[in-house]
């Protein structure tokens, strides 16, 4: 987490605390995770150091692909999170249904950060 902008790391810090049991995600624009947090291990079965080497498409279901493409693009018009819902693929290959925001954050150096907070629905 110490590579990302201060203040993408606060709203992490504050994202987890206003929801412990959330999954907090950042990744770029090329869809590389830069954090997952710890509990990804209980909902999808990698950890967060395995998520940092993957690509975002593994995760997503496929169904899903063109959809978070397109929600990706919408959000760095907005100034708030967009809510949306998609499907997850866990290391086993089941799906998991989650709901939640996705934010755009664009830093100094001009690279692009999305920021989702989900809980998977039950």
Not at 54 to 75: C, E
Not at 77 to 94: C, E, Q, V
Request: glycine content about 4%; cysteine-free.
């Amino acid at each position: 987490m110490s590579r990302l902008p201060s203040r993408i790391t606060k709203l992490i810090e504050e994202l987890e605390a206003q929801d412990p049991d959330a999954l907090v995600a950042v990744f770029d624009a090329l869809g590389y995770y830069h954090y997952a947090s710890a509990n990804h291990q209980e909902i999808l079965d990698y950890t967060a150091d395995e998520l940092l080497k993957i690509h975002l498409s593994k995760i997503v279901d496929p169904a899903y692909h063109h959809r978070a493409f397109v929600l990706r693009t919408i959000s760095v018009f907005y100034d708030r999170p967009i809510r949306f819902s998609s499907n997850l693929i866990t290391k086993a290959g089941h799906r998991v249904q989650v709901a939640g925001t996705l934010q755009h954050f664009r830093d100094p150096g001009d690279e692009r950060f999305f920021i989702t907070f989900v809980r998977a629905e039950v």
